[in-house]
C-alpha cells in the first residue's frame, strides 16, 4: 500500500500520466477491497495534498489497532488487562511475596525443630550422652570426639556452624561427610589447600565471594585479629616495597577455573550504596564490576563527596604520612563524630604506617571526650574505626573518611609511589583501592595532599595508579568527572519519548533515563522549587521492564529497593497509555502533585529503634485446642480404655513438639497412680508410640 500510495504520489500533477495514474487507483482500491470507506479515505487524503508517508503510517495504525482489539476480545486474559487489573496483580504479587519472606524464618525453624526432635526420638543414646556430658564438672569429652559419638543429634540441634577452616580442622572428624552443604564465605581471601579439610566434611560446597577484591595475603581477612581497638599492620612496615609476590591463587579463582560456565553465578544486584555514585567507579571500570553491577539513584543531585585538599608548610604535606594530612584527618572525623552521631564512622588508610598514625593522633586530641559517641545510637556493632585498606573489607560504614597518606617528596614534584596500589600483578593494586573505595554507604571524604588534576595520563603507567587518580577526580569533582570511565547515554525509545513529550507539555520537568548504572529510571521528576531534589520515579512497563529475569525483580525488589531509598513510585502501563492516554496523564499529573505535597525540605533524620521493652520480649506458649480432657480415676491402668489416647492428643495439640519424656510426665500426673510400674510406663510408652506411627502427634 505504501508503494502504490508513493508512486500516485508521483504521477498525480502530470497529466500526461493519467493512465498511470488509474491503474494505482485500481490497484488502492483492490488493496482495500473490503472497506469502501478507508479507499475514498486514502483518495481524500491524496487529493488534499496529504503525504503518503503519513496516510500510509495512519493506516498501519489504524490496522494495528484493530488486531490488537480483536486479540483482547478473544482473549479473557487480555481483555482484563487494565490498569486496575495490572496493578492490583502486581500489588497482590508484592504482598504475598512479602509474607512469604517473612514467613520463611518460621518455616525453617520448625523445619529444624520437627528434625531435631525426630533425631532424639530415633538415636536415644546420643541424647543420653550429651545430658551426660552436660552435668559432668570435669572429665568431659572434647568437641571433636564428642561430635563423633553424637553427629546425628549435634547436627540437628544445631543445623548450621560456622567455622573458619582452621577450626572445622580442629573440632569435626575427618572420616566422613558430616554435612549437606558447605559454605565458604568471603572466598577470595581462602587459599585452596586451607579449603580442603572443609570440602572434605560435606556433600555439597557453594563457594562465594569476590575476586575483584583482595586475595589471599598474610594479611587478608582470615589471617588480621578480629579486635577493634587494634590496627593491624602487614609484616613489611614499608608499604613502599610492597611486593604482591605474597599474594596466592584463592579459592574462589581456584573453584572457578575448574567449573563450567553453568556453575558459577555472578550476583548483580548492589544495596549498600544508598547513592549510586559511590560505587560508579568501581561499577564502570572495565577490570573491576564492568557495568554489571546493578544499582538504585539517589533522590538528589548532591554529590556524596568531599574532596580535602591538604596545604600548608613543606614540612607538614611532604612524605608518607605527611602531619598535616593526619591533622586534618583527625579533624574531620572529630567534627563528623559530634554533629552526626547517628551516622557511622570509619576512616580508611593507604598505608599502615598512615593508619597508625592516625590512630595516635584521634587518641591525643579525642582523649576522654564524652562528647564523642564512637558508635550510632542502637549500633554497637558499627563503631567507630581507623584501618588501612589491607584490613578493611568486610567492614562497612555510613561515612567512610579515605585518607592517602602520600605526599610528594617535595614540593612540585608529584608521587607516583602509593605502596601497594602500585602493584599490578593480578591487578592486587587496584583490588586494594576497590575494597577502601566501597566501604560507604552514604558519603565518602577525601583527605590528601594530591591534586589529581596536576597528572599526566600519559605518566600513569600502573592500573593501580591510575585507578586511583580516576577516583580522586570523581571525588575532586563531586562525582561528575569519571575520565575515560564516563557513563554512556542511553536513548529514549518511542513509547519513551511520547510520555516524555506529554508530560512535559502538562509543565511536569524531568530527567529521563536517570542513573549511571546499567539500570535507569524512566523518569525522575523533579521538585518545582527544588530542582535539585527528586519527588518521583515514573517507570514504563518498557523493554527495561521486561528485560528483568523475574517478576521478583521487576515487580518487587526495584520498587522496594527504590522506596528504601526515599523514593515515591509511579508507574504508567502501555496498554493504558496506547489506549487512555488522556486518563494515564491525569494519574500522572496526580501521582506527581501528590508527591510535592509529601515532600519535606528537610526530610527528617531516621530515628534509632527504640530498646524493646522486656514485656515484648517474653513468648507465650500456643494454647491447646479445646477442653481438657477428663480422666478418670481408676483401680488399674488396664481399666483405661481411649482417655489415655484422648489427653495425649489434646496435651499435643499446642503444636509444641513434645518428647516423650515430657507427654509421659503430662500423663502420669493426671492418673492416680503414685508408683510407675512397668506395666504403667509400658502402657503409656505404647500408647504414644502408636499415635505418632499413625501421624496423630508429632
Known amino acids: ?409 617535595e614540593i612540585g614534584k608529584l608521587r607516583f609511589d602509593f605502596g601497594p596500589i602500585n602493584s599490578d600483578k593480578n591487578l592486587s593494586g587496584l583490588r586494594r583501592l576497590n575494597v577502601a573505595v566501597t566501604r560507604a554507604r552514604k558519603r565518602v571524604e577525601v583527605v590528601s595532599t594530591i591534586n589529581p588534576y596536576q597528572y599526566d595520563d600519559n605518566r600513569l603507567n600502573s592500573v593501580g595508579v591510575k585507578g586511583l587518580i580516576q577516583y580522586l577526580r570523581f571525588v575532586h569533582s563531586g562525582g561528575e568527572d569519571l575520565g575515560d570511565l564516563s557513563v554512556e547515554t542511553v536513548p529514549m525509545n518511542p513509547f519513551e519519548q511520547d510520555i516524555y513529550d506529554s508530560l512535559r507539555e502538562q509543565g511536569i520537568e524531568m530527567v529521563p533515563q536517570y542513573g549511571v548504572s546499567g539500570y535507569r529510571l524512566d523518569f525522575a521528576v523533579q521538585h518545582p522549587d527544588s530542582p535539585g531534589r527528586f519527588i518521583l520515579a515514573i517507570e514504563a512497563d518498557g523493554a527495561s521492564y521486561h528485560s528483568s529475569e523475574t517478576a521478583r525483580d521487576r515487580d518487587r525488589i526495584r520498587q522496594a529497593h527504590l522506596e528504601r531509598l526515599g523514593w515515591k513510585f509511579h508507574r504508567i502501563w502501555s496498554t493504558e497509555w496506547f489506549c487512555n492516554k488522556e486518563s494515564e496523564l491525569y494519574l500522572a499529573k496526580q501521582a506527581v502533585e501528590e508527591a510535592i505535597n509529601a515532600y519535606k525540605e528537610e526530610p527528617e533524620l531516621p530515628q534509632p529503634e527504640p530498646e524493646p521493652e522486656l514485656e515484648k520480649l517474653v513468648s507465650f506458649a500456643p494454647e491447646k485446642q479445646g477442653q481438657e480432657p477428663s480422666m478418670p480415676q481408676l483401680a488399674s491402668i488396664d481399666d483405661y480404655g481411649t482417655e489415655i489416647a484422648d489427653y495425649i492428643i489434646w496435651f499435643c495439640s499446642d503444636g509444641i513438639l513434645h518428647s516423650d519424656d515430657e507427654i509421659f510426665e503430662a500423663v502420669f500426673t493426671r492418673l492416680p497412680f503414685t508408683r510407675r510400674g512397668i506395666r504403667i510406663a509400658n502402657r503409656i510408652k505404647d500408647e504414644i508410640n502408636n499415635l505418632r506411627s499413625i501421624g496423630r502427634i508429632a
Open 1 to 409: 500500500m505504501e508503494a502504490v500510495l508513493k508512486r500516485f504520489d508521483e504521477i498525480r500533477t502530470q497529466l500526461p500520466n493519467a493512465p498511470d495514474l488509474q491503474r494505482q487507483l485500481k490497484q488502492l482500491e483492490g488493496l482495500v477491497a473490503d472497506s469502501k470507506e478507508l479507499f475514498e479515505e486514502l483518495v481524500e487524503q491524496l487529493c488534499s495534498g496529504e503525504a503518503p508517508k503519513l496516510i500510509s503510517d495512519g493506516v498501519k495504525r489504524r490496522w494495528a489497532s484493530y488486531v490488537e482489539e480483536t486479540i483482547r476480545i478473544q482473549s479473557p486474559a487480555l481483555r482484563n488487562s487494565g490498569r486496575q487489573y495490572l496493578d492490583g496483580n502486581v500489588n497482590d504479587f508484592r504482598a504475598r511475596d512479602a509474607v512469604h519472606i517473612r514467613s520463611t524464618g518460621p518455616r525453617i525453624r520448625r523445619l529444624c525443630a520437627e528434625r531435631a526432635h525426630a533425631m532424639r526420638l530415633a538415636h536415644p543414646e546420643q541424647v543420653e550422652l550429651i545430658e551426660t556430658q552436660h552435668r559432668r564438672r570435669r572429665n568431659r569429652l572434647s568437641a571433636r570426639k564428642l561430635f563423633a559419638k553424637a553427629p546425628e543429634l549435634l547436627k540437628s540441634l544445631k543445623p548450621c556452624w560456622a567455622m573458619s577452616p582452621l577450626v572445622v580442622s580442629e573440632l569435626l572428624p575427618p572420616d566422613k561427610a558430616f554435612f549437606d552443604v558447605v559454605i565458604f564465605d568471603e572466598a577470595s581471601q581462602i587459599v585452596p589447600f586451607e579449603a580442603v579439610t572443609s570440602i572434605l566434611r560435606g556433600k555439597q560446597t557453594i563457594v562465594a565471594g569476590d575476586s575483584k577484591q583482595l586475595s589471599p595475603t598474610s594479611t587478608s581477612f582470615f589471617a588480621t585479629k578480629d579486635d577493634e581497638d587494634e590496627i593491624t599492620t602487614s609484616d613489611d612496615l614499608e608499604d613502599d616495597t610492597f611486593d604482591a609476590i605474597d599474594e596466592t591463587e584463592s579459592l574462589l579463582e581456584a573453584v572457578k577455573a575448574v567449573l563450567p560456565g553453568q556453575g558459577v553465578r555472578t550476583l548483580s544486584w548492589h544495596y549498600r550504596s544508598e547513592d549510586e555514585r559511590l560505587i560508579a567507579f568501581s561499577n564502570q571500570h572495565p577490570e573491576l564490576y564492568g557495568r554489571r553491577l546493578v544499582t538504585a539513584p539517589s533522590i538528589s543531585v548532591e554529590p556524596p563527596f568531599k574532596y580535602h585538599l591538604v596545604e600548608g608548610a613543606l614540612s607538614d604535606v611532604t612524605g608518607k604520612s605527611p602531619r598535616g594530612e593526619i591533622e586534618l584527618t583527625v579533624h574531620v572525623a572529630i567534627a563528623h563524630l559530634k554533629q552526626r552521631p547517628d551516622l557511622s564512622l570509619a576512616v580508611i588508610a593507604l598505608g599502615s604506617d598512615h593508619a597508625r598514625n592516625i590512630q595516635n593522633e584521634f587518641d591525643r586530641q579525642a582523649g576522654d571526650d564524652s562528647s564523642i559517641a564512637l558508635c550510632p545510637p542502637g549500633r554497637p556493632d558499627e563503631k567507630f574505626i581507623i584501618r588501612h585498606l589491607e584490613s578493611i573489607q568486610g567492614d562497612e560504614r555510613d561515612v567512610v573518611i579515605l585518607s592517602t597518606g602520600y605526599g610528594p617528596r
